[in-house]
């Protein structure tokens, strides 16, 4: 049972373009909603954060909008650059300190 | 750079065998989570370890295992290895902060041969 659900699995977007990747949960006791980011090679980079009592938060051009009702969040970049091409994955935590559950990942291009 | 670190980067090793991953927090960070990383399965969470007890257990199957040491660095072992176990295992270093972020370390390739 996959309990945090991704689309779409891979995204192509102009440069200065706005990405959106969506989440959906079925758990809810989860309340921690993170988003990372992942280049080949690396470890998965934390980029956002947010908690159910609040419907939005902004970090730069990286925005977190979160529906609680709908049990949905998603992550939206403004501007996106080809820098930003990388695969984003979100994920959500049930409990102060439990492990993480990933969705599947998204695989974002950003052309030039 | 998270300031996880974790060793060794690479490792390759046969079916049947034996290996150990090792992980070092940050500094200041008491908690250490095991993730793996493979293409059917997606990153899935292991086990976590706070001041050297064990807190939480995920997806880990009974052939591996895990302990936290005094100095907080971790391990993973993993034995009786099979074809199936090839992936990447990530540490993270949980925060104390208000979110209790989790930062990932570079991780370790294990390919079994």
């Known amino acids: 049972q996959q309990q945090v659900k991704q689309s779409p699995q891979s995204l192509i977007v102009q440069k200065g373009g706005i990405s959106i990747i969506n989440c959906a949960y079925e758990?809810?006791?989860?309340?921690?909603f993170p988003w990372y980011q992942q280049f080949p090679g690396k470890g998965p980079a934390l980029l956002i954060a947010i908690r159910p009592d609040v419907s939005e938060k902004k970090e730069g051009r990286f925005t977190i909008s979160f529906n609680k009702s709908a049990k949905q969040f998603s992550l939206h970049i403004m501007d996106s650059q080809p820098g930003d091409s990388a695969t984003y994955f979100c994920?959500?935590?049930?409990?102060?300190?439990?492990?993480?559950?990933f969705g599947k990942g998204t695989h974002l291009i950003i052309q030039p | 750079d998270s300031g996880v670190t974790q060793t060794p980067k690479h490792l390759i090793t046969a079916t049947g065998q034996r290996v150990t991953l090792r992980c070092s927090p940050r500094s200041g960070d008491l908690s250490v989570y095991w993730y793996q990383q493979s293409l059917d399965q997606g990153l899935q969470f292991l086990i976590q370890?706070?001041?050297?007890?064990?807190?939480a257990k995920g997806n880990i199957l009974e052939r591996f295992s895990a302990q936290q040491f005094p100095d907080l660095h971790s391990e993973l072992n993993l034995s009786s290895l099979e074809l199936g176990d090839s992936a990447l295992y990530f540490c993270?270093?949980?925060?104390?902060?208000?979110?209790?972020?989790?930062?990932f370390g570079p991780g370790t390739r294990l390919t079994v041969l």
């Open positions: 994920a959500a935590r049930r409990g102060g300190a439990d492990g993480l559950t």
């Open positions: 370890y706070y001041n050297g007890e064990e807190r």
């Open positions: 758990n809810t006791a989860f309340d921690y």
């Open positions: 993270a270093s949980g925060s104390s902060g208000s979110y209790n972020e989790q930062f």
